[in-house]
């Protein structure tokens, strides 16, 4: 969140308050609940194309309705029960990689 703040921030040229317009104050919650489900380099995957995908699946659903918001928990929450589902197999893949 240190991070999204200080790019706004940079971005805007002053400081920013990310919950005044950039994210909701469920988003936030919804990320710090996140946290304890995941080992660090697991959440960053999470985090990252869970994001990616929050992208997409807007942008599909605004071909059909458009929103002047993003329901980033809501598509988070979906995409999170996806990646929970698939856990074993994706950290099996990364210790394939030597990653973890």
Same mark, same amino acid.
């Given at each position: 969140?240190?991070?999204?703040? $200080?790019?706004?921030?940079?971005?805007?040229?002053?400081? &920013?308050?990310? %919950?005044?317009?950039? =994210?909701?104050?469920?988003?936030?919650?919804?990320?710090?609940?996140? %946290? @304890?489900? !995941?080992?660090?380099r697991?959440?960053?995957?999470?985090f990252?194309?869970? %994001?990616?995908? &929050?992208? &997409?699946?807007?942008?599909?659903?605004?071909?059909?309705?458009?929103?002047?918001? &993003? @329901?980033?928990?809501?598509?988070?929450?979906?995409?999170?029960?996806?990646?929970? =589902? !698939?856990? @074993?197999?994706?950290?099996?893949? $990364?210790? %394939?990689?030597?990653?973890?």
């Amino acid at each position: 969140m240190s991070a999204l703040t $200080l790019y706004l921030s940079l971005k805007q040229g002053r400081i &920013v308050n990310i %919950t005044q317009g950039y =994210f909701s104050w469920g988003d936030i919650l919804f990320l710090l609940v996140l %946290t @304890p489900l !995941f080992e660090w380099r697991m959440y960053m995957m999470v985090f990252i194309f869970g %994001t990616l995908g &929050v992208l &997409v699946l807007h942008i599909l659903a605004h071909l059909f309705k458009p929103q002047k918001t &993003v @329901p980033y928990a809501g598509y988070m929450a979906a995409i999170t029960g996806v990646i929970l =589902f !698939f856990q @074993p197999q994706v950290e099996a893949y $990364l210790k %394939t990689l030597a990653w973890q």
